[in-house]
């Protein structure tokens, strides 16, 4: 099995520019997943927003998740569980509009230090579909506008913990899944892994490295780039040690942006992708999460909607 591609972002600036754009190459067309080092965000950013994190999840989430627990019998199951995952988790909205003052029960200081990761990801997400649109061809600043959308792109974040669990043979931490978006930028634990994608009909670690961002691509990048770049299934296996965190961001398109393949890149490749509207492709991902892709595209594939052009800046 080949490694698992680390890009050192630092190398754009110099002479390895050129290797370094490859190898972000390769890790879209063959891996779907890549992990970043030297990306701009400060460390010490990332260390306050891991110690909140975690504090927030023992003093406000830990309880609640055992009771839960407890109330499902999930300690004592003896056959898999396939309609629940062992995780604890809260979401964030920061586009098109900031819920961050709304979600209870998070200190001031959680607040703001997650409002500032959050622009300093969204930064780094936009610069990495620019390096994407160099790669593939298109002019710079395409794939934003693809996902822009009337109000801009949706931009949020999914944060869970994963507690220890005693069967993490029958109860996964999260299921296999595509994500449906755009890009998706994660900070997780460096001590306690888990999380897997699917390669060569292999489950790979995707390995935990301090102050490391793991990207991956979603559906739409999929549809906009009709099929070069792939959205890979991954999970989160459970641990029987360690509560792992996981903090997810996800660049996605606005509501109501239409999604369709670059037409410069429907000549390189048959397969043409379908086109519609992100909102209906969420609603239709809602009930289908857990389920292969395809049928989803097969289904707007079949609808045959007449969308009018894309929506831009």
């Not at 994407?132 to 009337?150: D, F, I, P, Q, T």
């Not at 289904?299 to 969308?307: D, G, I, T």
Request: aromatic share 8%; hydrophobic share 35%.
């Amino acid at each position: 099995m080949d490694n698992f591609p680390i890009i050192n972002l630092e190398n754009l600036n110099g002479d390895e520019r050129k290797a370094t754009m490859e190898k972000i190459k390769d890790a879209c067309e063959n891996w779907g997943f890549f992990e970043l080092v030297n990306h701009g965000i400060p460390h010490d950013l990332m260390d306050t927003v891991e110690r909140l994190t975690k504090e927030h999840y023992r003093k406000c989430m830990e309880q609640r998740f055992k009771e839960l627990v407890s109330s499902k019998g999930l300690e004592a199951v003896q056959t898999e569980v396939k309609d629940m995952d062992w995780e604890s988790t809260f979401h964030l909205r920061h586009l098109p509009e900031s819920n961050i003052s709304e979600i209870p029960d998070l200190s001031d200081e959680y607040r703001k230090s997650m409002k500032e990761f959050a622009l300093k990801l969204e930064t780094l997400a936009e610069e990495l579909l620019d390096l994407l649109c160099e790669n593939l061809g298109l002019e710079k600043g395409y794939l934003k506008k693809a996902l822009y959308g009337s109000k801009g792109p949706t931009f949020g974040t999914k944060v869970a913990n994963y507690p220890p669990c005693p069967k993490p043979d029958l109860v996964k931490g999260l299921r296999a899944h595509t994500d449906a978006g755009g890009i998706i930028l994660l900070f997780q634990d460096d001590k306690v892994s888990g999380l897997q994608l699917l390669k060569d009909g292999n489950w790979v670690d995707v390995p935990p490295m301090h102050h490391s961002i793991v990207i991956n691509l979603g559906d739409q990048l999929e549809v906009i780039t009709n099929g070069k770049y792939k959205s890979v299934e991954h999970r989160v296996v459970a641990q029987t040690d360690g509560t792992r965190m996981s903090i997810a961001s996800f660049y996605n398109p606005g509501s109501d942006a239409v999604i369709y393949p670059a037409p410069t890149l429907i000549e390189e490749n048959n397969e043409i992708y379908p086109k519609f509207v992100f909102e209906d492709y969420m609603n239709l991902y809602a009930r289908l999460k857990f389920q292969a892709k395809e049928p989803r595209f097969e289904a707007f594939k079949e609808s045959n909607v007449n969308l009018g052009p894309i929506a831009t800046v």
